[in-house]
C-alpha cells in the first residue's frame, strides 16, 4: 500500500447526504463565478480559506437546483512540470523551510495568524450577472485549534468577532481536518515525499478545477492561512514544483509594499503569485492581476504567525 492509499484509509467515508449535494453545488458555481469573473473570490464559511468560497446565496441556491455549469478542462502545453526557473527557486524556498526549527504545540493550543488583506467579492444580482468589487484593505486575524476543527476558533475581521463553529451532517467529532480545513495535526500526517503529496492534493480536488489550477490554490491556501510543520512546508513547495505551468515573477509586491520574489500560475487570464522575501526566501503574500487590466483582484501580506493558548489571545 503506498503513502496516498495509507492516508486516504484513515478518512471518514465520502458524504452521502444534502451537504455533499450543496458542496458539489458550490463547486458548480464556483466554476461559473471564475469563468465570468476571474480573479473573483467569496468569502469562506467555516474554512479559513478567502479565495475558494464566498457570498453568492442567490447563486447558491440556483445551483443546489441543478443549473448545469461546464468546467473547462484546459490543462497547460507543458506537462513536465514547473519552469526550470521556479523548479530552482521552489527548491531553495524549500530547503530554507525545512530549516526552520519546528514548534512543540500541545493538543489545547490554537494557531494565531495575523494578515492584511483585500479581496475581490462577487455578489449574484437578479439579473443573472455578478457584481464585484475589491474590498479596502483591512487587518484580519484567525485563531484555530491546532487538532481539533470541533473546537470553535475566531475571526476577527472588520472590527467584529465572528466565531467559527463547526457544522457538519457527515463528520464527527473529535476531527483533525483535512486538506481544505486543515488543522496542524492535520498537516503533520501529511507524506514528506512531494509526488505523494501533489497525488494526494489531486485526488482530494478530483472533478473541480483542472488539477494545475486547483493544486497551485490549495497549496497557496495552506501557506496563507496554516502553519505546518518545517518539513511539510518543505515537501509543498516541491509539489507545487511539479506542477506544469508555475513560472517565476521577478519582482512583485505585498499588499503592505514589501518587495520580494514570486511563484506564478496564470488561470483564466488571472496570475496568481506567492511571494516570498528575497533575503529569506520565507512567504510572506500574495497577489493576484487581472492580466488584461493589471489591476489587482486580491492581495495579502503575512503579518504573523504564533501558537497561542486560547482563542483571541494575541502573542505579546
Not at 463547526?166 to 501529511?190: A, I, M
Not at 488584461?292 to 492581495?299: C, K, N
Request: with cysteine; aromatic share 8%.
Amino acid at each position: 500500500m503506498d503513502e496516498i492509499s495509507m492516508f486516504t484509509a484513515l478518512r471518514p467515508p465520502p458524504p452521502n447526504d444534502t451537504e455533499a449535494i450543496r458542496e458539489r453545488a458550490r463547486a458548480r458555481l464556483d466554476a461559473a463565478l471564475r469563468q465570468a469573473h476571474p480573479g473573483a473570490v467569496r468569502p469562506a464559511r467555516r474554512q479559513r480559506s478567502r479565495r475558494r468560497l464566498g457570498v453568492l446565496a442567490a447563486g447558491a441556491v440556483a445551483a443546489a437546483a441543478g443549473i448545469a455549469v461546464a468546467v473547462p478542462a484546459v490543462l497547460p502545453g507543458n506537462t513536465s512540470g514547473a519552469s526550470p526557473a521556479a523548479a530552482r527557486l521552489l527548491a531553495k524556498i524549500a530547503t530554507a523551510a525545512a530549516r526552520q526549527p519546528g514548534p512543540r504545540v500541545r493538543d489545547s493550543q490554537f494557531w494565531y495568524i495575523k494578515s492584511w488583506v483585500a479581496y475581490q467579492v462577487c455578489t449574484y444580482q437578479r439579473s443573472g450577472t455578478f457584481k464585484c468589487v475589491l474590498e479596502k484593505p483591512h487587518e484580519r486575524q484567525t485563531w484555530a485549534s491546532v487538532s481539533n476543527e470541533c473546537v470553535t476558533g475566531l475571526l476577527r475581521e472588520y472590527g467584529q468577532d465572528t466565531r467559527l463553529v463547526f457544522s457538519s451532517n457527515y463528520l464527527h467529532c473529535p476531527y483533525r481536518g483535512g486538506v481544505h480545513d486543515p488543522t496542524y495535526r492535520f498537516l503533520q500526517s501529511l507524506p514528506t515525499d512531494p509526488h505523494a503529496l501533489l497525488g494526494l492534493i489531486e485526488q482530494e480536488m478530483q472533478g473541480q478545477l483542472p488539477r494545475p489550477e486547483e493544486a497551485f490554490t490549495t497549496i497557496g491556501d495552506l501557506l496563507r492561512e496554516a502553519i505546518a510543520p518545517p518539513r511539510v512546508s518543505a515537501a509543498l513547495y516541491r509539489a507545487a514544483a511539479l506542477i506544469p505551468g508555475v513560472t517565476v515573477v521577478a519582482h512583485a509586491t505585498d499588499a503592505i509594499g514589501r518587495h520580494g520574489v514570486a511563484v506564478a500560475f496564470t488561470y483564466q487570464g488571472v496570475r496568481s503569485e506567492w511571494i516570498f522575501s528575497k533575503q529569506t526566501l520565507q512567504y510572506i503574500g500574495e497577489r493576484d492581476i487581472n492580466i488584461a487590466t493589471g489591476t489587482t483582484t486580491g492581495e495579502d501580506a503575512v503579518l504573523q504567525r504564533a501558537f497561542v493558548n486560547h482563542a483571541g489571545q494575541v502573542p505579546g
